[in-house]
Nanobody
Framework: QVQLVESGGGLVQAGGSLRLSCAASGRTETIDLMGWFRQAPGKERELVAGIYSTFGNIDYADSVKGRFAISRDNAKNTVYLQMNSLNPEDTAVYYC???????????WGQGTQVTVSS
């Protein structure tokens, strides 16, 4: 019902910046929450940031507060993740996902690799 396509990943040196984009298509009227997750090798997938399409509430993981910023463009059905002051610990595959109120994240993008070198 919902298709997600991420873009913007790549290789960057420590201290650099990168902006990820996630475009949603399909039945986007069913989306209440969009979020960014990441998963590094040997680690569990974790929520990086989430934003409610309806209410505008935003939540960040403690590890990225002050460095990352999530934003949305509802008219374009797109969510962004601006990543600043990147460090090697940010290296991971980043995924966007969507959820409806009262439900778990159920639609996922294919992921985009972010690699931060020291």
């Amino acid at each position: 019902q919902v298709q997600l396509v991420e873009s913007g990943g790549g290789l960057v040196q420590a201290g650099g910046s990168l902006r990820l984009s996630c475009a949603a298509s399909g039945r986007t009227e069913t989306i209440d929450l969009m979020g960014w997750f990441r998963q590094a090798p040997g680690k569990e997938r974790e929520l990086v940031a989430g934003i409610y399409s309806t209410f505008g509430n935003i939540d960040y993981a403690d590890s990225v507060k002050g460095r990352f910023a999530i934003s949305r463009d509802n008219a374009k059905n797109t969510v962004y993740l601006q990543m600043n002051s990147l460090n090697p610990e940010d290296t991971a595959v980043y995924y966007c996902a969507t959820a409806r109120l009262g439900r778990q994240y159920e639609y996922w993008g294919q992921g985009t690799q972010v690699t931060v070198s020291s």
